[in-house]
Structure formats: C-alpha cells, structure tokens
C-alpha cells in the first residue's frame, strides 16, 4: 500500500500562488481571445479605467469596449463564478459524505434541474423561465431525497441519503425522458441546456446568481474545519463537539443552493465538481481547509480555461461547455480511480 | 477531580433496549474498568456516558448534568478513545490531535496560539513529538493507539473514556498503553471508564470492576470480589481459575475443558 506524503505548508502556498496566477491569466484571455481580437495591454487598461479608480485610456474603440464590457466581461465572471461553486460544492460533498466520488450532483440536482427545465419547455414556456423552473426542480429533488432518506429512517447515515438520491434521480430522469418523447418538436433546446453553455452570458444573471454563490460560497468556507472534524465519522465527530447531523444539513443545504442556482443559469456542467477538488488534493493535501478555498480559485480558473476551449476549437462556431470539462474531466476521473485501486 | 454518576441509564438500538437502567459511579482520579460478556453493553453504556446515543436517565460530572447539554460542553467535560477509531487518509498526526481541541473553537472558527499549544504538550507527554508531521496510515498500531489517545486528551476532558483499548494490540503494546493511562491518571488527576475485554489487565489497572450482563450491572467491587470462579462460569460460560501473581495480582486463566478429544488426537491415522 503506498503511504500519502504529508504535503509542506510551503507546497501548499506555491499552491495558492499557482491557483491564483492561473486564474488571472484565464480572465484576461478570457476578455481578450474571440472572433474580434483586443490586445491584452488595451484590454487591462479598460479593466483598470472602469473598475479601479483611476482614469487610463485603453485606446479602444467605442465598440470593443462594448465587446468587453458587454459580451466578454459578464461571461468571464459569470464563467468563473460557476467554476468556483460546482468545485467547491463537489469538494464539500465528497467531505461530508466522506466519499471521493461525491460531485454536486449527488442528491439530484441535476437530475431536479433537468426535469424542471424540460417541463418548461414542454409546457411551452419562454427561455426567460428556464432559470426559474431549473432551479426549483433542483431544490424540490434535494428536498424529496431528504424526505425519502429520512422516512426510511437514515436520518444518521450518509449512505440512506446517497442511495436516497439514486433513487429520486432515477425517477426524475425517467420523467424527464419521458416528456422529451412527448415534445420532441422541442428536443434541441433541451439538449442545449443539458449540455450547459456560457455563450448567452449577460450581466443580469450575474447580478442573480450572485448572492446564492457569495452565501454559499461563505457559508462552506466558514465550515471547511468541521469538514475536517466529520472526516472521522459522525459518532466520533459528536463526542468532539459537532453536530453532526446539524453540521451535515447546513454544509448540503449551503452547498446544494449555490450549485441549483448556477446550473439553473447555465445548465448542467459535469466534472467540474469532482476533478477540481481531486486535483487540489493530489497536490496540496487532505485538508478541507486548504481543498475548500483552493477549489474556489482552480474550480474558477478550470472553467474559465474551459470556456476557452469551446469557443476556440472550431471556431466561429462553440461547443457546449458540459462537452469540453466532461472531455478533460472523465479521463481523468479514471486516472483517479486507478490511483485509488492502486493504493 | 471530576466524579463521574450515572443514574438509571436506560438506552438501546430502536426499539431494543440494551440497558436496562444502569447505576454506575467512578470517584474523582479513579479508574473504572467495565467488564462484561459480549453483547452486555458496555461499548453501549460508553456511549450514553459520551452522549453519542440518546438515554433516559442522568450523567453527571461533578454534580452537573453531562448529558441533554450542548454537544459542545459535554465534549469539554467527557474525552472518548472509540473502539475503532476512524483513521482519515492523509491527515497528519498533528492535524488529527488537533481535531481534539474543536469543544474550544466556533464552528467557523479555527485553532488560536493556544489549541497549537496544547496538541504540542499532549503530544509531547506521548512521546510523540517526532511524529507530528507523520501521516496516520504510516504508523504502527501502537502508534496509532497513542495517537488517538492524544487526540482525547487535547480535549482537556476530565473525564477520559477507553473502549477496549487494547484489543487490536500485542502484549507488549498493550501494557505501554494502559502504564500511560495510569501514569496520565495520576499526573492529570483523570477519571477513567474502561469497557475492558482482558479480565486479568482489567484487575490490574483499574481501582474497581463493574460486571455487566444483560444491560444491567450485576457486580462491582474489588477485583477480588467480583473475578470469582464461580460468576464468570455463571455470566461468561467459561470454566476458569483464579490465581494469584506473586505481586498479589488477580490473574484469571480459562482452563480446558475435559471430555473433549483435541483435534489432534483424533486426527490423521
């Protein structure tokens, strides 16, 4: 059996340096690569004049900056928002269930999204409800697992709850195929939004989705020690002074809002949740306290990089988001799971 | 010193009960080992007094009341060393010490100066210094026993609880842990409650034995009183003798039955 090294707290601040420059990077490729190139120099000029409070003059024209500010920018931040709540929702998932192949979508998120988003286009609804319907379908199908793993009485155990899961996913999923069928006149859109996209980005979902992730996002943060507390199991974690079942509802219900509310803006990206939080800890350790605000900042850079990809590899046109991160995310999800056979 | 009571603990799985009203009291620095036949409910009884299983009846620390109070508190006043302690992947032996010290730090908080100071100090009684940048999964299981026991006692707990602390250990192993709980007693001023499987280290090491069978307490006292021939026949099934180190130590030896041919003798040809 091969033995973890314990990781120095100088890799682990390398770590945090690495994270950030990458993201840095990501945003200002991701404001400056796109049919209309804009120079990076001009680029940050702009980002300066407008955010900071000072006046530089970037030199662009009304119309690139328009590019930015209007098409580029909103997609970069909402781009890096998503990125950084599946990552870190996935790494808080896989800690309070103690399972490295728990993601986000685990209680049936996406499987509540899916359905609520489809019968909104069934039942003829404009996109501009798509959020609305995604959203509350998530949350009702995290509540119904709740319910199923509570009546059954593994109100204790995280397993009931995982399989409870399983259970509401399949049958939503069932539901959904089944309406598909019956609208197929209505079937591309469906499949647009499973697939998860960026491209419609505009400043307003920003502005909407943005207190669900900062309160999420807080919240998780703020509990990323007592990740590392239930890591010995409740029974142990509750003569330690947590409460475990207590600690456990607010890290999913913190966890499972941020992610319905993103996915309901842009679909259901996959892999992010669970490759992000795995390479964090390859490299910086088992810690929450590090997995947790470091899958922030990689989670945000890896779609961000993502994004990119989409929109550049067969250009003009884009791919959808959910095919690039599941492209990256599933081979390496087998490397994981060969890593873990091997030890 | 903190005096541990329990009073009428009545607790169980659903709707089996395990205990059926157990009467229990370990005086301030004393060790209480609890012995029993499988199944008696001794880890049970553990439990209540750790308060990770509901019960009806009261735990008292001191007089106050140590069970039905916030989690929080509780873990401030009763230190537990589990059975069989999870053992998180990777997580260093300082991290996991540290993990102690969470009774004294807000949920969102996170350790001050002072929580590092006493993982040190535990680790140090321990003889673990060396260790603390070690990962858990390279550690021997004594090791691993000691570990664990830091963790407890960064808890600064005045009450430490041990379920079968020994079981997993080798002799040699066995007495460094439970010499260390003894020595720990002393210098700490600690109230011990052991559910102990081995009869004879359990009249060693504690000052009183508590013998549970069925959920119910059916003898306590000395070593000497209740290790006798005649009630581990009666409550364990076992045919053994009593005997007597040279220290005046009661040692209890399972003697084999007559009547049954070995294996051996019946064997081959």
Known sequence: MSIPAAVPSSMRRRSYIFGGLSLMAMVILGV????????????????????????????????????????????????????????????????????????????????????????????????????????????????????????????????????????????????????????????????????????????????????????????????????????????????????????????????????????????????????????????????????????????????????????????PGELPIGVVTAFVGAPFFAVILRRREAS | MARLECRGLRAGYGDHEVLHGVDLDVAGGEWVAVIGPNGAGKSTLLRVVAGTLPARGEVRVTGNPANGIATKYRSRLVAMVPQNPVIPDGMTVLDYVLLGRTPYIPVWGMESGSDLRVAHRVLAELDLDTMADRVLQSLSGGELQRVVLARALA??????????????????HQQQVLELVDQLRATRSITVLAAMHDLTLAAQYSDRLV?????????????????????????????????????GNVVVVPRKRTGHPSPRSEGSL
Do not use: C
């Open chain 2, 211 to 247: 013998l549970l069978v069925a959920g119910r307490a059916e003898a306590a006292g000395l070593a000497d009183e209740v290790l006798t021939a005649d009630l581990v026949r009666r409550h364990y099934g076992a045919d053994v003798t009593i005997l007597r180190s040279p220290e």
């Open chain 1, 32 to 315: 400056t690569v796109g049919p209309v190139r804009i120079g990076a120099g001009a680029a940050l000029r702009e980002i300066t004049d407008r955010v900071l409070p000072l006046s530089v003059d970037s030199g662009l024209s009304e119309q690139d900056a328009a590019i930015i500010w209007q098409l580029r920018a909103p997609r970069v931040v909402l781009g890096a928002m998503v990125g950084a709540m599946l990552a870190t929702a996935g790494g808080a998932y896989q800690g309070v269930f103690r399972n490295p192949l728990a993601d986000p979508y685990l209680l049936g998120v996406a499987a509540g999204a899916g359905l609520g988003a489809t019968a909104a286009l069934a039942a003829g609804a404009g996109a501009d409800t798509l959020p609305v319907a995604a959203f509350a379908g998530a949350v009702l199908a995290v509540g119904a697992t709740y319910y199923f793993a509570r009546a059954a009485g593994g109100r204790r155990t995280s397993a009931t709850l995982i399989l409870a899961g399983v259970a509401v996913g399949s049958f939503l999923a069932a539901v959904q195929t089944f309406l598909q069928q019956q609208s197929s006149d209505r079937i591309r859109e469906v499949f647009t939004w499973l697939l998860g996209r960026l491209s419609a980005s505009t400043w307003s979902q920003v502005v909407t989705v943005l207190p669900y992730v900062v309160v999420s996002l807080a919240v998780l943060f703020a509990y990323r020690r007592v990740l590392d507390v239930l890591s010995v199991g409740e029974e142990e974690a509750a003569t330690l002074g947590v409460k475990p079942v207590r600690a456990r509802l607010v890290i999913i219900a913190a966890a499972t809002l941020g992610s319905a509310a993103v996915v309901s803006m842009t679909g259901l990206i996959g892999f992010v949740g669970i490759v992000v939080p795995h390479a964090v800890r390859m490299v910086a350790g088992v810690s929450y306290r590090v997995i947790l605000p470091l899958s922030m900042v990689v989670g945000a850079a890896f779609l961000l990089a993502a994004d990119l990809l989409a929109r550049t590899v067969i250009s």
């Open chain 2, 155 to 172: 808890q600064e707990a005045p009450v430490l609880l041990l379920d079968e602390p020994t079981t997993a250990l080798d002799v040699g």
